[in-house]
Nanobody, 115 residues
Framework: QVQLVESGGGLVQAGGSLRLSCACSGGICSINPMGWYRQAPGKQRELVAT???????TYANSVKGRFTISRDNAKNTVYLQMNSLKPEDTAVYYC?????????WGQGTQVTVSS
């Protein structure tokens, strides 16, 4: 069964940095376009960064210039480097393939940014 396991979240002050990791089973990270999503309390899940199989990236305007998505195929892991964090970045962060039918969602990792 496909598994996506996110880690690396935590509590950080505004302006700080975190690096999130997403460990993928079955090699799905390397053969699919991947995305990082986040869901804040009371809000819908939103896509914040994508990485195509060819290495092209896209970012939501709210994180552009601050977040970087990357992938290590040898480790079957996708990363999200988050710099200059803001309180509005507080959310549970998830990774998944970017497709009409996503894989089962992992538990996510909580990111809390204090002001």
């Amino acid at each position: 069964q496909v598994q996506l396991v996110e880690s690396g979240g935590g509590l950080v002050q505004a302006g700080g940095s975190l690096r999130l990791s997403c460990a993928c089973s079955g090699g799905i990270c390397s053969i699919n376009p991947m995305g990082w999503y986040r869901q804040a309390p009371g809000k819908q899940r939103e896509l914040v960064a994508t990485l195509s199989t060819s290495g092209a990236t896209t970012y939501a305007n709210s994180v552009k210039g601050r977040f970087t998505i990357s992938r290590d195929n040898a480790k079957n892991t996708v990363y999200l480097q988050m710099n200059s964090l803001k309180p509005e970045d507080t959310a549970v962060y998830y990774c998944n393939i970017v497709a009409a039918r996503p894989k089962p969602w992992g538990q996510g990792t909580q990111v809390t940014v204090s002001s």
